[in-house]
């Protein structure tokens, strides 16, 4: 798996975004940039690591606000919300969607 440069020259990768999401989350993910993101995001999908994506997803929009994500979406914010919980499955549709948003601002 190669790894994600980041700001501050730090080295990233799906599994070690894992380990972060359990120790500080927020630290991580305020300084992500969104291309960093959906670099990641995109790994995960690559592998067909679906638990990583949504914990990589659901610590990133922890630091960030989900009504203005949600809007940008064109979704509610309970939508966002539950395409992150435990026992949520995001559509194609809407991870695209939030795809684009990051997008917009990558």
Avoid: W
Avoid at 16 to 45: A, G, Y
Avoid at 62 to 69: Q, W
Wanted: net charge positive.
């Amino acid at each position: 798996m190669t790894k994600k440069t980041i700001s501050g020259g730090q080295k990233l990768s799906k599994k070690n975004i894992s380990e972060l999401t359990e120790i500080k989350p927020r630290d991580h993910f305020v300084k992500m940039k969104p291309r960093d993101l959906l670099n990641v995001l995109m790994e995960c999908i690559d592998e067909g690591d679906y638990e990583s994506f949504k914990e990589i997803l659901e610590a990133y929009l922890s630091v960030h606000n989900k009504v203005e994500i949600a809007a940008q979406m064109g979704v509610s914010r309970s939508t966002l919300y539950n395409m992150v919980s435990k026992d949520g499955n995001p559509t194609i549709e809407n991870v695209i969607k939030l795809y684009q948003v990051v997008k917009k601002v990558a």
